[in-house]
């Protein structure tokens, strides 16, 4: 195979010429490397044709090489990478994978197949091309990168770690690499999350998401909702924008701030609606702060529309079918919301909202829910359904008074659903 040959080809530009044969060389032996040398200047000349921007001349000319020799790694390469650049992505991976086939021990390569199929969504796929090319070449920052991503893509968050460890060891000034580990590490440790990054001044929906992510978990929320809404507007388009809409827009409302995190989730349904979605979670979460905004119409409005519950996990649908319940009652019809909670009933007895659907009910006395308030979290939950509890029994004022508790248990904020009520500080 002439893949290492071929591979200088296309790195270095090399330029072959036509060999004269050796005394102690065959005309047979001398006919091959001529044969060669021609394969490899065909090889180059596409490659000019595509600096050129001759794409179309120059894939003609990659399969016309492929053809002749069909396990030539280096071609299948180049022809993969063109048609990346033409936007075909399906070809360009079948084209990488097969020059990955034919070359295993060739780093960039893996590297270039694992890092498309990434691209593509492909992240278990392409984690294992990743993964080979980091044995072969453990040292390359962009591979260490990559295999990174792929691997924090798929929840393999220890190994992701590593791996961009590995990219900061290889270079420390890489942004790359900070980004990628601070956002391995900032669910639990966000303070070191911080410090990676405190010096990168970029305007990368990624760096500013992790940012705005440490700095809403280190409680320094005026600080967060900046960084988060500018991730959002650095955002790309189409499906490479939604984990940065949707990251943002989850944190925005555990931020506490209402309309930021409202223009954020209908953002996120609106990518996910061009994609054929939207998912039941960004209708969870559009839902979540409309409530928070008093329209509880138009909450219910974004569950109904959005994906049927029962096709949801068994945390969303347990959250969500207190959420269309607290909006029903919320809505003045507290007989339809009775319907929803006997539902919640059906729920493991270690679930909260299987306790707040039967404290609602009138099965749980006020005394034994209130026993939930010390769990961590818990304290504007419990509040925020006596809230609703007081709203069936027709008392406005205790409503209110419920709410109000609710709403000074909420700073920092607590988990679903007391989230939902927010600060009087916060003047939204």
Known sequence: MLVTLLLGAACAGVVSALAVPEESETADEHAA?????DYVARFQRAQRLMGKGSDEAAENLLRSLISERPEEASVHHALGLLLQFRKRPAEAAAALMTAAKFAPTEAVIQRDTGLHLCAVGRNADGER???????LNPDDVE?????GAALRAIRRMAEAEDAYRRAVKSDSNSVDAAVGLAACIVETRPAEALALIAASTGQWPDLLLVRGEALWR???C???VPALVAAIDAAPEGAAG????????RALVLCGDVAAASSAAARWVTLERSLGGPTEEACFVLAQTREARGDH???LEVLTAGPPIEEASADRRAEAKLLRAAL???SGRSADARAVLETLTEFSAARFERAAAMRLLGRLPAAEFAALAPRPGRANDVEWIESLAAEMAGDAAAAAAARGRAARASRPPGEYPGLLVRPAADGK
């Not at 490397?33 to 040398?37: G, L, N, P, R, S």
């Not at 939604?242 to 827009?249: F, K, L, Q, T």
Request: proline share 3%.
């Open 218 to 220: 280190l409680d320094r």
């Open 328 to 330: 029903l009652i919320r």
């Open 222 to 224: 005026d600080e967060a």
């Open 242 to 249: 939604v984990p940065y809409v949707s990251g943002a827009a």
């Open 143 to 147: 591979t260490s990168v990559g295999h």
């Open 297 to 299: 119409r138009g909450a």
């Open 33 to 37: 490397t001529v044969a060669d040398d």
């Open 129 to 135: 091309y990743l993964a080979a090319a980091a044995v």
